[in-house]
């Protein structure tokens, strides 16, 4: 890495001066180790915690000496002597950096001795996971470890229930899923008790999977919502919109992220619904019928907006690329991790007519309580750090959007895994059999093989097609990731083939010979074959994402092999080089060898990386405004908690209803709940209100730049002008239910006026792409998230 400095500080990452400094510190701790070979484990905690300052941050006086307890320690309870490597790792951690380190080298390890550092210092931590399994996991695998310097520790399990959340969050290290600590604080912004809060702050978040959490997830706003019944296609339009023919009554953008109506396909809706004009509001002919073609109710909203969403479920969202059908519900894919989003839906107009266009139930919607995007998550964590397989190529959003610098932590052993240079095609055809034939080949020579795919329907493609050749194979993706874990653990067996969609099995080693008790004359026979062999059918959108599948091959020094086969037909290609010609003349057997070829694909992944971070930034400020606006919105409510504010007002507001209420023997204390209820619930209400103005306004807010004005300058001005009105809204709106309300020993009765909370709540995410780069509206734009 000599020579390079300028290059890794140009992009964010500490690689070089960071690396000696730490490589040092390292070898300085090694003298230390035989000083407490022999300490009894209270010395070796004693000497941790002398490394300790006693200034009022608790900064680390000694990281030599810190660094031999902390091996020591991690020798005698987990079984683990950690590598230089970890250490370094760990140092780097605890100085808030996000590092980089390869597959296998034991970043759990390194988790938990970052953990303990911070613990060390008297700061509560979370460490924060792709899913509940991991946090379990690595919670009882570092549980030792932390025990053995006396910190608390537990993990958030998704099935806990507020009492257990609430003795767990108290601890010293917690481990959590993202979505698992998000909904956590979203449920806590709507107590109206301070006793009824679950989760307790944090000071500092340790991220594993650090990219996969703090950029392919950071835009997902986490949801709660309460039930309220939501719009839905009506399912004559669904009908109607089978039958409308693509470049007559529809157009598709070509990087197929939107979706738009032609005048002739207006008409063919009006004439067919018998209504004057598509652009008022929901006709009759659509009034009476529901998703299901029976009569209900009028769902609510214009008819163009339930045409537009019908459209797009119809042509922009293919089942088993996007979602599956399961139980008779439509569930997501992540594309990110190829594993169903449990918890995760599109906006309810979307969701519906996905749904309707299935012939499934037409869920409920439901009023948006509140939300909050992971990036604004990990926002409210004062100290912050990471680690994962591939950091420098998430740099620029890791600096821009949180600040953070990436730390490179060179491999234990170096790597032997050869990258071998794309194959490509010309179409996808061509590719298919290409691969085929290679996994068949690779495969007879015992040598085991990985193939990673795009999507659900491409891994049962070729699943299916290697089936007919005569090779069993294990199918890994969303429709069977309860077997996750185990499929890849055994991936690297002789001969095993196991397809599988992309980031399947992330966080579970792939050991060469087998998992478990395997003999190390299978380990050394996979070994002598190769090692693993990759294979990627098309490359993603970031190079990144392809690297993350490279990485599963050349495990701690084994040797290993990759190599992507692309088909110029791949979506990555289409939509990062629209508007390119390239003219190239395949081989025989479809494939494109000429070095301009390979510079082409190398082009169009470049492309759409610069278009994802352009998204990334774009939709960030949107969502800053808004999580300024939510701090607001959360300090008044902590106001409100915490003091008697709102019997203050309201007392002050009525004071012959409040003195008779005194009069009358009620406790003040039950009088200064009620006043806080009350006011809570009107805060709260105008908030959900607030949110759901904004999302109409981003809905529509590209119509702002046809009329040659900046949509992010309209929408700030048009949410700070509407946000100005809340607070005075919900004050006066609070005073006048105090009036009405009554009031007694046993607290006010909101129901009698009418003002009922929600009867259910749940939480689930949605991907959140306000603007498409081409100006499409924002259901347009959804589906860049998942092509």
Same mark, same amino acid.
């Given at each position: 890495?000599?020579?390079?400095?300028?290059?890794?500080?140009?992009?964010?990452?500490?690689?070089?001066?960071?690396?000696?400094?730490?490589?040092?510190?390292? !070898?300085?701790?090694?003298?230390?180790?035989?000083?407490?070979?022999?300490?009894?484990?209270?010395?070796?905690v004693d000497i941790a915690r002398s490394c300790i300052?006693?200034?009022?941050?608790?900064?680390?006086?000694?990281?030599?000496?810190?660094?031999?307890?902390?091996?020591?320690?991690?020798?005698?309870?987990?079984?683990?002597?950690?590598?230089?490597?970890?250490?370094?790792?760990?140092?780097?951690?605890?100085?808030?950096?996000?590092?980089?380190?390869?597959?296998?080298?034991?970043?759990?390890?390194?988790?938990?001795?970052?953990?303990?550092?911070?613990?060390?210092?008297?700061?509560?931590?979370?460490?924060?996971?792709?899913?509940?399994?991991?946090?379990?996991?690595?919670?009882?695998?570092?549980?030792?470890?932390?025990?053995?310097?006396?910190?608390?520790?537990?993990?958030?399990?998704?099935?806990?229930?507020?009492?257990?959340?609430?003795?767990?969050?108290?601890?010293?290290?917690?481990? =959590?899923?993202?979505?698992?600590?998000?909904?956590?604080?979203? /449920?806590?912004?709507?107590?109206?008790?301070?006793?009824?809060?679950?989760?307790?702050?944090?000071?500092?978040?340790?991220?594993?999977?650090?990219?996969?959490?703090?950029?392919?997830?950071?835009?997902?706003?986490?949801?709660?919502?309460?039930?309220?019944?939501?719009?839905?296609?009506?399912?004559?339009?669904?009908?109607?919109?089978?039958?409308?023919?693509?470049?007559?009554?529809?157009?598709?953008?070509?990087?197929?992220?939107?979706?738009?109506?032609?005048?002739?396909?207006?008409?063919?809706?009006?004439?067919?619904?018998?209504?004057?004009?598509?652009?008022?509001?929901?006709?009759?002919?659509?009034?009476?019928?529901?998703?299901?073609?029976?009569?209900?109710?009028?769902?609510?909203?214009?008819?163009?907006?339930?045409?537009?969403?019908?459209?797009?479920?119809?042509?922009?969202?293919?089942?088993?690329?996007?979602?599956?059908?399961?139980?008779?519900?439509?569930?997501?894919?992540?594309?990110?991790?190829?594993?169903?989003?449990?918890?995760?839906?599109?906006?309810?107009?979307?969701?519906?007519?996905?749904?309707?266009?299935?012939?499934?139930?037409?869920?409920?919607?439901?009023?948006?309580?509140?939300?909050?995007?992971?990036?604004?998550?990990?926002?409210?964590?004062?100290?912050?750090?990471?680690? =994962?397989?591939?950091?420098?190529?998430?740099?620029?959003?890791?600096?821009?959007?949180?600040?953070?610098?990436? !730390?490179?932590?060179?491999?234990?052993?170096?790597?032997?895994r050869f990258d071998e240079v794309d194959h490509v095609?010309?179409?996808?055809?061509?590719?298919?059999?290409?691969?085929?034939?290679?996994?068949?080949?690779?495969?007879?020579?015992?040598?085991?093989?990985?193939?990673? =795919?795009?999507?659900?329907?491409?891994?049962?493609?070729?699943?299916?097609?290697?089936?007919?050749?005569?090779?069993?194979?294990?199918?890994?993706?969303?429709?069977?990731?309860?077997?996750?874990?185990?499929?890849?653990?055994?991936?690297?067996?002789?001969?095993?083939?196991?397809?599988?969609?992309?980031?399947?099995?992330?966080?579970?080693?792939?050991?060469?010979?087998?998992?478990?008790?395997?003999?190390?004359?299978?380990?050394?026979?996979?070994?002598?074959?190769?090692?693993?062999?990759?294979?990627?059918?098309?490359?993603?959108? !970031?190079?990144?994402?392809?690297?993350?599948?490279?990485?599963?091959?050349?495990?701690?020094?084994?040797?290993?092999?990759?190599?992507?086969?692309?088909?110029?037909?791949?979506?990555?290609?289409?939509?990062?080089?629209?508007?390119?010609?390239?003219?190239?003349?395949?081989?025989?057997?479809?494939?494109?060898?000429?070095?301009?070829?390979?510079?082409?694909?190398?082009?169009?992944?470049?492309?759409?990386?610069?278009?994802?971070?352009?998204?990334?930034?774009?939709?960030?400020?949107?969502?800053?405004?808004?999580?300024?606006?939510?701090?607001?919105?959360?300090?008044?409510?902590?106001?409100?908690?915490?003091?008697?504010?709102?019997?203050?007002?309201?007392?002050?507001?009525?004071?012959?209803?409040?003195?008779?209420?005194?009069?009358?023997?009620?406790?003040?204390?039950?009088?200064?709940?009620?006043?806080?209820?009350?006011?809570?619930?009107?805060?709260?209400?105008?908030?959900?209100?607030?949110?759901?103005?904004?999302?109409?306004?981003?809905?529509?807010?590209?119509?702002?730049?046809?009329?040659?004005?900046?949509?992010?300058?309209?929408?700030?001005?048009?949410?700070?002008?509407?946000?100005?009105?809340l607070a005075g809204r919900a004050v006066a709106k609070?005073?006048?239910?105090?009036?009405?309300?009554?009031?007694?020993?046993?607290?006010?009765?909101?129901?009698?006026?009418?003002?009922?909370?929600?009867?259910?709540?749940? =939480?689930?995410?949605?991907?959140?792409?306000?603007?498409?780069?081409?100006?499409?509206?924002?259901?347009?734009?959804?589906?860049?998230?998942? /092509?």
């Open positions: 890495m000599a020579g390079f400095g300028w290059f890794w500080k140009a992009m964010g990452s500490s690689a070089t001066a960071n690396q000696k400094k730490s490589k040092t510190i390292v !070898s300085e701790s090694t003298k230390a180790a035989d000083r407490l070979a022999d300490a009894p484990d209270t010395e070796v300052g006693t200034g009022e941050d608790r900064a680390i006086v000694d990281a030599p000496l810190l660094l031999a307890a902390l091996r020591e320690a991690a020798s005698r309870t987990v079984g683990l002597r950690p590598f230089d490597v970890q250490l370094q790792g760990a140092l780097r951690m605890l100085v808030g950096d996000v590092v980089e380190m390869a597959t296998g080298e034991g970043k759990t390890l390194v988790g938990g001795l970052t953990a303990v550092g911070y613990g060390l210092q008297g700061k509560k931590v979370h460490v924060i996971t792709v899913n509940s399994f991991l946090a379990g996991r690595d919670e009882a695998w570092m549980g030792p470890l932390l025990d053995f310097f006396g910190l608390s520790h537990g993990a958030i399990r998704e099935e806990a229930g507020a009492d257990e959340r609430r003795d767990v969050y108290a601890r010293d290290v917690i481990f =959590t899923a993202v979505n698992e600590a998000g909904f956590d604080v979203l /449920r806590d912004q709507l107590i109206t008790r301070r006793a009824d809060a679950v989760r307790t702050p944090a000071d500092v978040a340790v991220i594993d999977e650090a990219d996969s959490v703090m950029v392919d997830e950071a835009l997902v706003p986490l949801v709660l919502a309460g039930s309220e019944p939501g719009p839905a296609p009506a399912g004559q339009i669904t009908d109607l919109v089978r039958r409308m023919e693509e470049n007559r009554h529809f157009t598709v953008s070509g990087d197929h992220r939107s979706i738009f109506l032609t005048d002739e396909g207006a008409a063919f809706i009006e004439k067919e619904l018998g209504i004057d004009s598509l652009y008022g509001e929901v006709g009759e002919a659509g009034d009476n019928a529901d998703a299901d073609g029976d009569s209900g109710e009028a769902a609510p909203g214009p008819l163009l907006s339930q045409v537009n969403v019908a459209l797009h479920a119809q042509h922009l969202l293919t089942r088993d690329v996007h979602y599956i059908v399961r139980d008779g519900k439509v569930a997501l894919i992540d594309n990110a991790r190829g594993r169903v989003a449990e918890l995760q839906r599109w906006p309810d107009g979307l969701q519906a007519a996905v749904e309707a266009k299935e012939g499934l139930k037409v869920t409920d919607g439901g009023r948006i309580l509140d939300q909050i995007t992971v990036q604004a998550l990990i926002g409210l964590y004062p100290q912050k750090c990471g680690m =994962t397989g591939t950091a420098v190529a998430a740099s620029d959003q890791l600096r821009q959007f949180y600040d953070l610098s990436v !730390s490179v932590i060179e491999p234990n052993v170096p790597t032997k095609f010309a179409s996808d055809e061509d590719r298919d059999a290409a691969v085929i034939d290679h996994i068949v080949e690779v495969q007879g020579t015992g040598q085991p093989v990985l193939v990673g =795919t795009q999507d659900i329907a491409a891994s049962e493609r070729i699943a299916d097609a290697l089936v007919l050749r005569g090779v069993d194979c294990n199918v890994l993706n969303a429709k069977n990731h309860e077997a996750e874990a185990a499929t890849i653990a055994e991936a690297g067996r002789p001969g095993r083939v196991t397809v599988s969609t992309q980031m399947a099995g992330r966080g579970t080693d792939i050991r060469l010979g087998g998992s478990g008790d395997a003999e190390d004359a299978e380990h050394a026979r996979v070994v002598d074959l190769g090692g693993l062999h990759v294979v990627g059918v098309g490359r993603f959108r !970031s190079q990144r994402l392809d690297n993350q599948l490279r990485g599963r091959a050349g495990r701690q020094g084994d040797p290993g092999s990759t190599v992507f086969f692309v088909s110029l037909e791949d979506d990555m290609v289409a939509v990062g080089g629209a508007g390119d010609e390239l003219t190239a003349q395949p081989d025989a057997d479809g494939r494109l060898e000429q070095k301009k070829v390979l510079q082409f694909v190398d082009h169009c992944q470049r492309v759409t990386e610069g278009q994802m971070l352009d998204i990334h930034a774009t939709t960030w400020k949107y969502n800053k405004l808004i999580n300024d606006q939510r701090q607001i919105i959360n300090a008044r409510r902590d106001a409100v908690l915490d003091t008697e504010t709102a019997w203050d007002d309201l007392s002050l507001h009525d004071v012959e209803k409040a003195g008779e209420l005194t009069a009358a023997g009620i406790d003040h204390a039950v009088l200064v709940q009620a006043a806080r209820e009350i006011m809570l619930y009107h805060l709260d209400h105008e908030w959900s209100d607030h949110l759901a103005y904004l999302d109409d306004i981003r809905e529509s807010i590209h119509l702002r730049a046809i009329a040659n004005e900046s949509p992010i300058d309209e929408f700030h001005r048009m949410s700070i002008a509407a946000f100005g009105e609070a005073r006048e239910t105090f009036s009405e309300a009554e009031i007694t020993a046993g607290g006010v009765d909101l129901g009698g006026l009418g003002l009922h909370k929600p009867s259910a709540t749940w =939480t689930y995410m949605v991907n959140d792409n306000p603007l498409s780069s081409g100006g499409g509206s924002m259901m347009g734009s959804i589906a860049a998230m998942f /092509r």
